[in-house]
């Protein structure tokens, strides 16, 4: 009898914000398809360290890094102590993501400069570090918002622009990338029931009635199109958004 072999056995991941919500059931769920992962966390360290033990006790190998997204050098360094520590990144996720805002007239500088260290220059910098070791095969698969494509609610200005920024950077970085076997894609979440964004919440009230499926998403959910991106199957597919979202944009 031949042993089923899981799909990314021998790969290792570093999933960025991985302590909880999306970012945790994405780590889990490379791990239960057979990655080593690596998650970075800033302010949960005990979440963190729960994820860990949640995928040793499944039989997996896991490590958490302490890493802000909004510090380039301390993403540079999460980067390469993945790397040193499970010996290379084959996968990355860009998870890693704050929601500050408010109306137009309202957002502070702190609040902009902010917003753009930890959604968009934590994007690039991992990014630029994880290719420069990555092999053909690699995987980039950035979170990005179902907000992209509609924009059902104001107050969201700034957290729109910081997505929309890593939604073009996916699709010009598919050129670079591309020649080398190296995807690199976007998941569009939509409303999905997370600390961020809890079913019941205060955004829940407005959104949860443009919900084509009549329910919020499950991170589990937003975990399987990141598993399905990350896999051999999907070596073809490089340069797409991918809305998960339960029809909310449809
Ligand atoms: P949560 O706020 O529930 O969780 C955020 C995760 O990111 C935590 O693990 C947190 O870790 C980590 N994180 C936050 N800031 C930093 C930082 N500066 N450095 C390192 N890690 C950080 O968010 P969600 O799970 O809801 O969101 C995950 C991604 O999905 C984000 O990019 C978000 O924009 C996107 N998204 C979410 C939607 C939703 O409805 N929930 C919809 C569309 C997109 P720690 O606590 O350790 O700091």
Redesign the pocket.
């Known amino acids: 009898m031949t042993e089923n072999k899981k799909p990314l056995e021998g790969k290792v991941a570093l999933v960025?914000?991985?302590?909880?919500?999306?970012?945790?059931a994405v780590a889990k769920r490379l791990a239960t398809d057979g990655a080593a992962v690596a998650i970075?966390?800033?302010?949960?360290?005990d979440?963190?360290a729960a994820v860990v033990e949640a995928i040793e006790a499944a039989g997996g190998r896991a490590v958490a890094i302490r890493?802000?997204?909004?510090d380039a050098g301390a993403v540079r360094v999460a980067v390469n102590e993945t790397a040193e520590t499970l010996g290379t990144v084959d996968i990355l996720v860009n998870?890693?993501?704050?929601?500050l805002g408010g109306p137009i007239d309202e957002i502070t500088d702190a609040d902009y400069n902010r917003m753009i260290a930890?959604?968009v220059t934590?994007v690039f910098v991992a990014t630029q570090e994880a290719v420069r070791k990555m092999k053909p095969g690699g995987r980039v698969i950035h979170?990005?918002?179902?907000?992209v494509r509609y924009a059902a609610f104001p107050t969201a200005s700034l957290?729109t622009l910081t997505?929309g920024a890593v939604a073009g950077f996916n699709r010009s970085l598919v050129r670079d990338l591309g020649p080398r076997g190296i995807t690199v894609n976007t998941v569009?979440?939509?409303?999905?029931?997370?600390?961020?964004?809890p079913d019941g919440g205060p955004?829940s009230k407005i959104v949860g009635p443009g919900m084509a499926i009549g329910r919020?998403?499950k991170?589990e959910e937003?975990a399987s199109v990141v598993s399905y991106l990350a896999s051999p199957e999907a070596a073809f597919v490089t340069g797409a958004d991918i809305v998960a979202d339960g029809g909310f944009t449809a």
Request: hydrophobic share 25%; charged share 10%.
């Open positions: 960025t914000g991985g302590s909880r919500s999306i970012g945790a970075t966390y800033h302010g949960s360290p979440k963190a890493a802000d997204a909004g998870n890693a993501g704050i929601a930890v959604n934590g979170i990005g918002s179902s907000m957290y997505k569009h979440p939509g409303p999905t029931d997370t600390d961020m964004n955004v919020y998403g991170p937003i």
